[in-house]
């Protein structure tokens, strides 16, 4: 199982930047993708997460700070699940990672689930003033 981020980028305030998690290793069905992200001094916290059922998405949940700005999505043709920033600032900056859980269902699909147990090698967003 390999999860693999895209390289993030440096962008403005009120930017938007895609990231893109490469998923291989494994059949990408009922499977749990979250996001994370890890602030300088912070704790890492999830923002999102999305149960892809036969490689569409089914369901997500969003963390309240990223609702209505970001948007997580799955590619059946590259195989690679996406996290789409919008209306970005520069709290959003931090190493962001994707990772993925192949146990469980939707109920169990959460970015505030710690079974996740496959990790991408994470990706920096700067976003400036």
């Known amino acids: 199982v390999q999860l693999a981020e895209s390289v993030g980028g440096s962008v403005q305030a009120g930017g938007s930047l895609t990231l893109s998690c490469s998923l291989s290793g494994f059949t990408v069905d009922r499977t749990c993708i979250g996001w994370f992200l890890h602030g300088s001094g912070k704790q890492r916290e999830g923002v999102a997460s999305t149960f892809i059922v036969s490689l569409s998405v089914y369901s997500s949940i969003y963390f309240h700070s990223v609702k209505g700005r970001f948007t997580v999505s799955h590619n059946k043709y590259t195989n690679a699940a996406n996290l789409q920033m919008r209306s970005l600032q520069p709290e959003d900056t931090a190493e962001y990672s994707c990772?993925?859980?192949?146990?469980?269902?939707?109920?169990?699909?959460?970015?505030?689930?710690?079974?996740?147990?496959?990790w991408g090698q994470g990706t920096q967003v700067t976003v400036s003033s």
């Open positions: 990772a993925a859980m192949l146990k469980g269902g939707m109920a169990t699909c959460t970015y505030l689930s710690r079974d996740f147990a496959y």
